[in-house]
């Protein structure tokens, strides 16, 4: 960061306020994590000068020797991580790596199941706003008033509708989803299975959420939530359905151009890490602190939608905390340096733009080396933010400082 300050004191002050803000605020953003330093450190080395169409071993370009040796690293680390026999590392993004999926299983015009974006799904599970809503026929699945899937209901509505593909996965579910029960709405109406496993990967990594790969057709993921790598997608299948549907073909290609080899590599760097034993502890204590963090909540008052957790997110509802919107609890955490976003809940009175919750997760903290009883700290501070939020402030940033101070980032980890 320093060389950076020196030689571009615009850009590298930009950068150095960003590494304060992240040291200095209790992220709860439940898709955000703090990589580690060697994931990072890849990610700024002479492999982002490198053109690579292709793959390992069939390139468009000359001098690919080196990057050949870490992209096959990469698939062969993501293979053994999440046992299975295609893996794709080079797509961008989670939303690339779900355009390349859904184009290569369907044409447009087909019919495509997917959990609304009110619901908790994501805008490529068939907003109207995204390539999903705009070149698919969309018939979105929603969930209870309780904030369960309704599995009965989707597979009625499957049934019913006949769709080429069924999309599971969601960026705001807090409860573990039955992937073997989708498998089974998906054969009934003869539909593929595409799993989005972008929020919970790091869970199913370390077994401690059920694994989709055994039950979906395809899987895709994002490898920078709770998987703890850089920002970017990955596919995961059989070889024969990868073959199939030539997914290769589909991120380059057809949604893609080069690699970023530089971001392959700290995903590499990423899943050889999660392979690790450590890994798994991680892991289970993102769980044990959204347990404790939810019941300090609940404790406090807040309604959880589901009525808590069963993986690293969790999502307040906070219609019994009078005029407090999802916007003004964002707002004013961002002001004691907590950092989380609002989100509607189920048949949310508000607008989008607004909306009654907010969805709070502990990847982030727990790479920190936040515990159970920082949790309950944290729900102190949430209450006296959304309930005295002028007179409180003050002591919640100081108390606040006092948890931040006591868990640095990038030291040691
Ligand atoms: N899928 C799910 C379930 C997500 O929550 C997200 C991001 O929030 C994505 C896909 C898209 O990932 P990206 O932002 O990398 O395109």
């Known amino acids: 960061m320093n060389f950076i300050q020196e030689h571009d004191p615009e850009v590298g002050k930009g950068i150095w306020e960003e590494y304060e803000r992240q040291q200095n605020n209790i992220e709860l953003i439940a898709s955000e994590n703090i990589v580690s330093t060697t994931a990072m450190l890849a990610m700024g080395t002479v492999l982002t000068n490198k053109y690579a169409e292709g793959y390992p071993g069939k390139r468009y370009y000359g001098g690919c020797e080196a990057v050949d040796v870490v992209e096959a ?43 609304s974006l009110d619901a908790g799904g ?22 209870t008033k309780e904030g369960y899937i309704d599995y009965d209901a989707v597979m009625e509505q499957a049934l019913k509708e006949k769709p080429k593909m069924i999309i599971a996965g969601a960026s ?12 089974e709405i998906a054969d009934a109406c003869g539909a593929i299975l595409f799993v989005d496993m972008a929020h919970i990967a790091g869970l199913v990594a370390a077994g401690v959420h059920p694994s989709p790969i055994p039950y979906a057709h395809v899987t895709t993921t994002t490898t920078h939530k709770t998987l703890r ?3 970017g997608g990955l596919i995961l299948s059989s070889k024969e ?11 380059f290609p057809g949604v893609q151009g080069g ?19 450590e890994y798994k502890e991680y892991q289970q204590q993102v769980a044990k602190n959204a347990k404790a963090l ?3 909540m609940m404790d406090k008052g807040f309604q959880l939608v589901s009525g808590g957790t069963e993986n690293h997110l969790m999502l307040v509802d906070l219609t019994n905390f009078q005029d407090v919107t999802g916007k003004f609890l964002q707002n004013a955490c961002d002001e004691v340096h907590i950092t989380l976003n609002k989100n509607a809940i189920p048949n949310d009175p508000r607008s989008p733009f607004l909306t009654s919750g907010v969805r709070i997760g502990t990847p982030a903290v727990t790479v920190r080396g936040f515990k159970e009883e920082d949790m309950k700290e944290i729900a102190e501070c949430l209450y006296k933010v959304a309930t005295d939020f002028e007179s409180s402030k003050e002591e919640v940033a100081r108390r606040v ?3 931040t101070d006591a868990h640095p980032i990038y030291e040691g980890k």
């Open 73 to 115: 690293i990469a698939i062969e680390r993501a293979k053994e991580l999440f046992h299975c026999e295609y893996a794709n590392v080079q797509p961008h993004s989670g939303a690339q790596a779900n355009m390349a999926v859904t184009m290569a299983i369907c044409k447009p015009g087909d019919k495509i199941m997917g959990m």
């Open 241 to 251: 359905v990868a073959e199939k549907y030539n997914f290769n073909k589909f991120v």
């Open 172 to 183: 705001a579910y807090p409860r573990v989803i039955d992937f073997k029960r989708f498998r």
């Open 229 to 231: 790598g850089p920002r």
């Open 294 to 296: 939810a019941a300090a």
């Open 401 to 403: 400082k006092a948890l």
């Open 122 to 143: 994501h805008l490529t599970h068939g907003s109207p706003v995204n390539f999903s809503g705009l070149y698919f026929n969309i018939i979105p699945y929603g969930i």
């Open 259 to 277: 690699p970023l080899e530089h971001v392959i590599a700290s995903k590499a760097v990423c899943f050889g890490e999660a392979l690790k034993p």
